[in-house]
């Protein structure tokens, strides 16, 4: 396959966060890029919300988090930023999940996880968020976590994508950086 013409690429400056931070987790839906939480410059997780529109490249600060975290993963499910896992204050993982609901510009907090998780990945599928590390799903119309199956290589810190009913689970660190690429079948009923 040969690669696009190198010149169609570019780079495009927006304004700055309002908030400078590091390790946090970004979400995007219609226009709207989110940035959560993150770490300050004191190296203390934040409960810093702010919103981008990237037309008029303007931003706005949203109501803060229930819980400052750095790290979380994120995954946008309708019109609400779920913000599931991540590390707090002593750097320990957490398992709470909250969901900021854009239309009404509140918080919830929603099922924790079975497991305290950071360094983890999620997707929406369908009516599905499925966060990773061990791997679980979230049901929404039962307002519940579902153990799903496990990886076959144990990892964190992995990226994932959600394509052709697979969500696919890539690198990660296992016992140092791995190399592996698994997937997940989506479909229902399927073997």
Known sequence: MEAANAKSFYWEAFPPMPTCRVYCSPAYQDGHL??????????????????????????TVLPPMPTPRAGAATAM???????????????????????????EGKW????????ASMGVSAIAKGN?????????????????????PSM??????????????LLFVIGGVAQGPSSAVEALCLQEGAA
């Open 152 to 165: 076959p290589t144990g990892r964190c810190s992995c990226s994932s994508l959600e394509a052709a009913n």
């Open 108 to 115: 919830e907090k929603k099922a924790e996880l079975a497991q």
């Open 77 to 103: 499910v309708d019109k609400e930023v779920l913000v599931i896992g991540g590390v707090d204050s002593t750097q320990r993982p957490l398992a709470s999940v909250e969901a900021y609901h854009i239309d």
């Open 34 to 59: 989110f940035v959560v939480g993150g770490c300050s410059q004191q190296g203390q997780p934040v409960d810093t919300v702010e919103m981008l529109d990237i037309v008029s490249r303007k931003w």
């Open 128 to 148: 599905q968020s499925c966060p990773l590390g061990s791997v679980e799903g979230f049901n929404l119309a039962r307002k519940k976590w579902d153990a799903l």
